[in-house]
């Protein structure tokens, strides 16, 4: 028997059966998607620590968190291309709208919409062309991925703060709504004709095909909108690491100056070693 996520009330006999009540409810489903918040996948990452003259060295052995009072994170949001938890498949240029478009982003923790939870939101995204070996993986090629900047600030979220100087985040997701999805169906029935082009169009770039191949049908984000972007433990996209940390000297005015933090100090950065 199949079942299908998308009906887990129902079975399914054959592929066949399955794939016209995907398509018999295409609207709904596509609908139904584009009216919830997802939250996607995410990477393990291993961080390191990076100095002035591109020597690396652990990270215990440089950062002192007291030193620092701001930070510069870099991370992967999402990669294209990439079957996901969802059935989702993100498509080359989903993102370069929201990125333009987006001044004030959101840099939660765990997708928790509370000011105790908030990381940073002083945060843009940018659209950019990673391989992806430097996203961990050993497929050939490389594919567009939504990156976000954001300037963190300790007193923000001491907690996350910490994780993030001591290499600890690995994993980011995105909180999303998507504007435009297409059913794609690997069916060469006459009823699954429009389907079958979709699928046809997309699925040669799709890395992981084993995936989407068990499931046959998977859904082609043409364009979404970043809600906000966390840290979390595990995600449904797994290419999201972060790419670099990086320590911002405070040019606040205080009452009593101390020195500032040494220009060698400002340009060490904790960074992703798949990246160099």
């Known amino acids: 028997m199949i079942t299908l996520k998308e009906f887990p009330d129902k079975t399914f006999s054959t592929s066949e059966e399955a794939f016209k009540e995907l398509i018999l409810n295409k609207k709904f489903i596509i609908e139904k998607k584009k009216s919830a918040i997802k939250y996607a996948d995410a990477v393990q990452y291993f961080g390191t620590v990076e100095n002035e003259n591109k020597e690396v060295v652990k990270a215990d052995t440089i950062i002192d968190l007291s030193s620092y009072s701001k930070i510069k994170v870099v991370a992967v949001s ?5 079957f996901d938890s969802h059935n989702d498949v993100s498509i080359s240029e989903s993102w370069n709208r929201t990125a333009k478009n987006t001044k004030d982003g959101l840099h939660l923790q765990e997708h928790q919409m ?26 050939e090629g490389s594919t567009n991925c939504l990156v976000m900047h954001s300037n963190v600030e300790k007193e923000t979220n001491p907690f996350m703060f910490g994780k993030y100087i001591k290499g600890k985040v690995r994993n980011h997701s995105s909180g999303l709504r998507y504007v435009s999805i297409e059913m794609a169906v690997n069916s060469e029935a006459d009823w699954a004709k429009e389907e079958k082009e979709i699928w046809d169009k997309y699925y040669p770039d799709i890395v992981n095909k084993d995936d989407v191949d068990n499931y046959g049908y998977f859904f082609a984000v043409i364009e979404q909108k970043i809600i906000e972007n966390s840290a979390v433990l595990k995600g449904s996209n797994p290419a ?16 009593d100056p101390v020195e500032a933090t040494p220009k060698s100090e400002q340009t060490k950065k904790l960074l992703n070693p798949n990246f160099y």
């Open 240 to 255: 999201t690491p972060t790419i670099s940390v990086e320590p911002v000297a405070d040019t606040s005015t205080k009452a």
């Open 114 to 139: 509370r000011f105790d939870k908030l990381i940073s939101d002083d945060v843009f995204f940018t659209v950019e062309k990673k391989t992806w070996k430097e996203l961990g993986f050993d497929y």
């Open 78 to 82: 999402n990669a294209c291309f990439y």
